[in-house]
């Protein structure tokens, strides 16, 4: 059997969350842990969101606001309209008289299929579709990769019960017929250049009533009710802290009691962007990496346990101090932001000989310690 490096074990004993490792248990853990890869997430469900509502609700806003407070990078967003069925060219000479608000509009089977992949955790690609052409095959397809959770995003996506069955949560956006009305037009007038007078001719002969037979009575089946849309940031926020919660629920994204995440800030993107930047310079990286050790020192050390100290000088001044005590694993670099935070502060380092020569071939020393999992997001 072939030997493993030590940076394999550490990896293959380690994960996103693990929160230490002790090197006695390494050969042990190496060997029973499987790898955190797709193989695991075959094991996972990603949670699909499907978020319903007439024209111009305000659909895509909730989206874009629950995107960005779940962070992008584990969220995909997939459109309904991304299915509409190719117009044939009797259909094309008539375009005016189809009705694109009608369930039959829509490829139901292509979007099933599609979902089914995303929900084995295989990459699709999602038509883009042209509302010029009316076809699908103008614009190359839309390559969306599997991820925690997926969005499904439509006027009808709670109409067939197959696709309501893949959701693990519906959410109806519930706009004012009158705001829905004046948004269509000002969105089909300025960015569509159509006239006003087949907007409202559209509007009073497929969109009114198709969201009248069609839309409206989807709503009984939303889990959650949105009231103004995307104005609504008190319900967007609450669905959001929700969300979190089941996440964790079905492991997707486990909330560990010892993990503290720091908010993300543009200043905080901007210097993880620049430290994974090849081409930066050695002192701008040393310079950004210190000032994020120093952020993580900072809001670290206000997660820790501690007891007031008064004491009161042979001056007669009141110095007040705080006592705290942790074991951890630092860095000398986390070491000298440490001494830069706190004035008064004495370490301790608990050392252990220990024999792993049927691991490296040598003996190493062994921290005895415990970690506090901190994290810059």
Request: with cysteine; hydrophobic share 40%.
């Amino acid at each position: 059997m072939e030997a493993k490096s030590i940076v394999d074990m550490i990896e293959a004993s380690s994960g996103a969350h693990f929160s230490g490792f002790h090197m006695n248990g390494l050969q042990r853990v190496a060997a029973e842990q499987p790898s955190t890869s797709a193989h695991e997430n075959m094991h996972k469900q990603p949670f699909v969101i499907g978020v319903a509502g007439g024209a111009a609700s305000g659909k895509t806003t909730v989206c874009d606001m629950i995107i960005q407070q779940l962070h992008d990078q584990r969220v995909v967003l997939v459109n309904q309209d991304s299915f509409y069925h190719n117009l044939s060219e009797e259909e094309l000479t008539r375009v005016h008289e189809y009705n694109f608000d009608h369930p039959d509009a829509f490829d139901t089977e292509q979007l099933l299929s599609s979902m089914d992949m995303l929900k084995h955790w295989k990459a699709v690609d999602i038509p883009n579709y042209d509302f010029k052409s009316y076809k699908n095959n103008v614009f190359p397809a839309r390559r969306v990769n599997p991820s925690d959770v997926i969005i499904l995003e439509g006027i009808l996506i709670f109409h067939d019960p197959r696709v309501r069955d893949l959701m693990n949560m519906k959410i109806f956006v519930d706009t004012d017929a009158d705001v829905r009305l004046a948004r269509r037009i000002r969105r089909d007038t300025v960015e569509k250049g159509r006239d006003i007078g087949a907007v409202l001719d559209q509007y009073s002969k497929f969109v009114k009533p198709a969201f009248d037979d069609f839309i409206l009575p989807t709503k009984k089946y939303a889990d959650i009710i949105i009231p103004r849309g995307g104005d609504n940031h008190v319900a967007v926020d609450l669905i959001v802290q929700h969300i979190r919660t089941k996440l964790g629920q079905h492991d997707l994204c486990k909330i560990y009691p010892n993990l503290y995440v720091i908010q993300s800030t543009f200043q905080i993107r901007g210097m993880h962007t620049l430290i994974r930047d090849a081409q930066i310079t050695k002192h701008d990286f040393v310079f950004y990496a210190d000032r994020l050790i120093r952020l993580v020192v900072e809001h670290g050390l206000g997660h820790l346990p501690f007891t007031e100290k008064q004491v009161i000088t042979p001056t007669g001044r009141l110095f007040i101090w705080f006592r705290y005590i942790f074991l951890h694993f630092l860095y000398q670099t986390f070491l000298q932001h440490l001494h830069l935070c706190q004035d008064f502060i004495i370490f301790f380092k608990i050392q252990s000989l220990a024999d792993y020569t049927h691991l490296f071939g040598e003996s190493v020393l062994n921290f005895t310690c415990y970690k506090l999992k901190l994290f810059c997001s």
